[in-house]
């Protein structure tokens, strides 16, 4: 459960407040606060976790939410959206694998807006927020475990699917290009059998 915080211009790495459980696959995001919100993962006892705390960079300290994920999970993403809110989409729950849901969580209002489906269950994907306000979702593995090469582009009101890649990827990298984003770049593959050095490119 520990916590640090790195400087990118010393080079030091500073521990901080430790959060109130231990977790891995979980996800980290920066909100317009300055706070940081962790959201589910594996506790060290293999559990996955639903529940979510945030940092406070002053106070140096750590709040856990009134509200909890629908559903415990690990290997989900969690994406800033323009409002402020996190979309919170799908991630493994340790037994059937991939999810196909996502819920948007206001960290202002303490509370989680519903559950909405997906087009396709996954975990180990990626995610963008694309100019549009909407969140890109790429990859991962499905339901049965299988690495897919499926998209689709998910809102508050919905998800619909999108072109899919041709190769089916998970643990793989995914970023914006250009400075007036017009596609995306996913890039590589988790190792082993169906590890790849490859690239490819979605236009929006």
Not at 106 to 131: E, N
Request: net charge negative; with cysteine.
């Amino acid at each position: 459960n520990t916590a640090e915080v790195c400087s990118p211009d010393s080079f030091v790495s500073q521990a901080v407040a430790p959060m109130s459980f231990p977790r891995s696959f979980h996800t980290g995001t920066l909100l317009p606060s300055g706070k940081v919100v962790v959201t589910g993962g594996m506790g060290d006892n293999g559990v996955m976790l639903s529940s979510i705390e945030t940092y406070d960079p002053v106070a140096d300290s750590w709040t856990t939410s009134g509200v909890s994920l629908a559903t415990a999970v690990r290997a989900h993403t969690a994406t800033l959206l323009g409002t402020g809110k996190v979309l919170i989409a799908g991630g493994d729950n340790g037994s059937s694998g991939g999810i196909a849901t996502f819920q948007v969580f206001d960290p202002v209002a303490d509370t989680i807006t519903g559950t909405s489906a997906l087009v396709t269950a996954r975990a180990q994907h990626q995610a963008v927020l694309l100019p549009s306000g909407s969140v890109l979702l790429v990859g991962g593995f499905d339901g049965t475990r299988t690495d897919t090469t499926t998209a689709e582009i998910a809102s508050p009101g919905g998800s619909v699917a999108t072109g899919s890649m041709t190769r089916a990827r998970s643990g793989f990298g995914l970023s914006l290009v250009g400075v007036t984003p017009t596609k995306v770049i996913a890039a590589g593959n988790r190792f082993g059998a169906t590890g790849n050095a490859t690239y490819e490119i979605y236009t929006i």
